[in-house]
Every structure is written in C-alpha cells, then in structure tokens.
C-alpha cells in the first residue's frame, strides 16, 4: 500500500498529533497564530518595534533538516540612529513550558556543514545584522535546536548589548481571550 504525502498529512492533522493545544470544538484555534511584541523607546515618541508571528502547525511541522526550528523576528527601527546588533554579545531566549531554550544568531559557527550546503543567496538572508539603520525594518532568524522544542513558544527575551534592557516579547493573542 502506497501511502502520499498528502494522506499522511491528513492523517497527521486529523488525529491531533500536531497540536497539543487541539481545541476539541473544532473552531480552528490550531490554524491561528500567534503574534509576540515588545518595543524600546528611542526619545518621547520614537520607538523600535520588536515582532514575531508563529503558526502553531507550521512550527510545528518545519524545520531546517530536522536539526533546528526557525523563528523570525521583525525590527522596525523609527528612531533616528542606528540600532547597533552584535551577533556575538546579543542573545535570545526562547521559552517552552517553563523551560528556557538557547536561539542561535550565528548558524555559521554553530553549524558549519549545514551553512555551507546552503545556498549562497540564502545564507545571505540569514547573516545576524550589524546595524537597523533609521527608519529601516529588518528580520533577524533564530535556529533553535529542534530537540529542545516542545511545543510553541510561550515567550522569547531578546537581550541586545545596545539597549540598557532586554526586551520581553510576549503573546499578545493570549491576553486577547
């Protein structure tokens, strides 16, 4: 019996084994995502904006050749300097039911084999920045290892060696309901 991709999938979501949140009502809870957020002031109104979205199904079935789940973080920079990032001195935190869990912004280091068999435009992509100039927004990808991941975040510090503070990005959809 050949069993496609897409049967297995079914399956998969079907039998709740993707979500250990299912909501047994069926009202699509698992499907929507999850927003975190957290901001700096640069001034009286000036601000950095720090964002993350995960979906819970999507993070839960992705992963960079099942050795590291991904989490992206969105700066947008509305003061009028730069925002100096060091991929050596700044650190992520990522939290998992209670448990705290190590982001890593320098795959290179970490994972050499696995960055060189990426391609060179990608990579690219994926180099921690060393600046988010005024005015500018960019997105900064966590690799954290898969083996230490149980479900989905709950929250994630991000510590930069610029700020006076580290930043708690905190679920904003579960302060919603």
């Known amino acids: 019996m050949r069993i496609t991709a897409l049967s297995f999938l079914s399956v ?9 949140r299912a909501d ?14 957290a901001e700096s002031r640069c001034g009286d109104t000036a601000r950095i904006r720090f964002s993350t979205e995960i979906e819970h199904i999507l993070f839960v079935l992705n992963s960079v050749q099942n050795r590291y789940k991904v989490l ?4 947008e920079n509305g003061c009028d300097q730069d925002l100096p990032l060091s991929g050596t001195d700044d650190r992520v935190d990522v939290q998992f039911a209670g448990r705290g869990v190590r982001g890593i912004l320098d795959l290179r280091a970490v994972a050499p084999a696995l960055w060189d068999s990426l391609d060179a435009a990608v990579r690219s992509l994926l180099v921690y920045p060393a600046r988010v100039e005024p005015g500018e927004e960019e997105s900064i990808f966590v690799f954290l290892p898969s083996s230490d991941v149980t479900g989905i975040p709950h929250g994630v510090r991000y ?7 580290p930043l708690e990005l905190r679920d904003l959809t579960a302060a919603a309901h």
Not at 24 to 37: D, I, L, Q, S, T
């Open 12 to 20: 998969f979501l079907f039998s709740g084994v993707a979500d250990t």
């Open 72 to 75: 992206r973080i969105h700066i």
């Open 159 to 165: 510590e930069l060696r610029s700020l006076p503070r």
């Open 24 to 37: 047994p009502a069926g009202n699509g809870r698992k499907g929507r995502k999850v927003f975190y957020k």
